[in-house]
């Protein structure tokens, strides 16, 4: 299936994609333009032959600077403009598969369930006038329950054979619905149960996937039951919103595109990664740790497949963007071969007062903005 990418993105160049981020941040232009063309870059391997587009791979890009000169704004702000899987995660959060901590594949899990609930939701979002139809006929039915010949049917077809005093009377009910004038009455509807087996195991590899199996028993287990609940009309109204949108999702559909959309359009944002250099170029315990880590995450980086629940997940052409403040270590302290996967590095600039005064004032997102939106709900 085509990845469905933002029209808008695909059609700006380099320059204008800096002037987008221009928007919510000051300063940082040539960080902006290495990102920039990074993904421009993505757009124009899309349109590659097919012998060819496979060959070319994404230029990963190391950001070098302090806490708060914007290199996750940077990286958060052109996810959001390409519509792209994106996630943030600390290198120092992963270890040496067998010792404590998370495998680094789950990045690449997390970065697919990210991207599966994205692709939900805009499904979703196009049902959402049929939804609500569909809960609204439920709705009726209960409050009306005289009126529904057959109850096996959830929703009234248009020419039915209901007496014009029946039509006039749910049409009446509709629109008092409608009107919020029933979201207060209680009524009883049958709930499914939704058991989940919330077990979370950390510090041995594949023992995420053993949780996804366990939630997946609990989930079979609990399928087909159900109880009845008295409810208002209000809570009511949410939960048939989220069985019918359950049912109007293409739950495969949206596998095939979140998947598409992570191999070829997926970012994920490596910060701390200098926290994984070695200090220095000395040696010890810590630093052969360190070094483990930085092997672990070689692979994903390089390009291999990583197994989910919703499939094998091919990693060559997702954008790695990795930060660091630098300040004990350098660079040049990860292992050549991690260095050799990130062949773009930027420096980003220190901020100084008139930076800080822009940022207050420049940004569509500026703090003082908000704090006046607010101000303007108080009259």
């Known amino acids: 299936m085509a990845y469905t990418a933002s029209r808008k993105l695909d059609e700006l160049k380099p320059s204008e994609i800096v002037k987008e981020l221009d928007k919510y941040i000051i300063g940082q232009k040539q960080a902006k333009r290495t990102i920039a063309v990074a993904i421009r870059n993505r757009t124009r391997r899309k349109r590659l032959p097919l012998e060819i587009r496979d060959e070319v791979s994404p230029k990963n890009i190391i950001m070098i ?95 039915s054979s209901y007496t014009d005093s029946q039509k006039t009377t749910r049409e009446r009910f509709r629109q008092m619905l409608r009107d919020g004038k029933f979201d207060e009455r209680e009524v009883e509807i049958n ?66 595109e979140a998947k598409e959309r992570v191999e070829q359009m997926g970012i994920v944002f490596i910060d701390e990664i200098d926290k994984v250099a070695k200090s220095g170029g000395s040696g010890g315990g810590i630093d052969v740790s360190r070094e483990g880590v930085q092997r672990d995450i070689l692979p994903i980086i390089e390009g291999t497949s990583v197994s989910t629940k919703w499939g094998v997940v091919d990693t060559t052409h997702i954008l790695f963007i990795a930060s660091g403040a630098f300040h004990v270590s350098k660079p040049s302290d990860l292992i050549p071969e991690l260095q ?40």
Do not use: C, W
Request: a negative charge; charged letters at 35%; zero cysteines.
């Open 340 to 379: 050799g996967r990130f062949p773009l590095r930027v420096e980003l600039d220190d901020l100084k007062a008139e930076d800080f005064y822009r940022i207050l004032t420049e940004p569509a997102n500026a703090i003082t903005m908000q704090y006046r939106e607010l101000l303007k709900t108080e009259g």
């Open 191 to 256: 709930v499914q149960s939704r058991k989940r087996v919330g077990i979370e195991v950390l510090g041995q590899p594949n023992m995420e996937e053993l949780q996804d199996a366990m939630q997946s028993i609990g989930s079979i287990f609990g399928n087909g039951k159900g109880h009845n609940r008295k409810l208002t009309v209000k809570r009511a109204r949410e939960i048939f919103t989220e069985e019918e949108t359950e049912k109007a999702v293409d739950t495969d559909r949206a596998i095939d």
């Open 65 to 159: 600077g302090p806490t708060g000169v914007g290199k996750t704004e940077i990286a958060r702000r052109i996810a959001k403009l390409s519509n792209a899987p994106f996630i943030k995660v600390e290198a120092t959060k992963y270890t040496e598969v067998g010792y404590v901590g998370r495998d680094v594949e789950s990045i690449i899990r997390d970065l697919m369930s990210i991207a599966v609930q994205q692709v939900k939701a805009e499904l979703a979002e196009r049902e959402q006038e049929k939804v609500a139809l569909r809960v609204e006929e439920r709705l009726l039915d209960i409050l009306l329950p005289q009126v529904k010949e057959d109850p096996s049917v959830d929703i009234i077809p248009v020419g």
